[in-house]
């Protein structure tokens, strides 16, 4: 867009790129154990899609990490939706500048800022992430075995 003064040169307005958050991006386990025992499967979880891309913008219930706040896609309506949800139903953890304007504005609403969403915040947090969901996963169903056959995320894996 341009503008013109009329005593000087034409000026271009450029739009200001709002500066990006550090966050860590997951996908949503394909599908999920649940019911008695975990003997029975169902895709995704009651809010995403299974495979839905979500970005972790805190965590929930103190230092635990059991629980985290994400954004992300609903599963119903495709709009943005701020939910907190198990990390053990969260895979494939990864640090990503987010620069989506919706997304940005559901993590300032939560109260995310450019201190809080440093690229090494976000890689750290990836680590200790990628290492607990696992972990999480497996004392949720403690020995019971799974159900035959199995779709959960553990036995989709490559080893």
Known sequence: MTEQPTDAEPVTVEPVAAEPLWLVAANVV???????GGQELRPGTKAYRGGSKVHVVGTYGGMGHEELTTIGRGRHTGA?????MATR????????AVYSPAVLRRAAAVGVDGSWATREHAEELTAL???LAPRYREEHWGAVPHPVPCRCHDCLSPA
């Open 80 to 84: 943005y939706i701020t939910i907190d």
């Open 89 to 96: 139903n969260l895979h494939t953890f990864r640090p990503v």
């Open 129 to 131: 992430l990628a290492r």
């Open 30 to 36: 394909r599908w999920r154990r649940y019911g008695d």
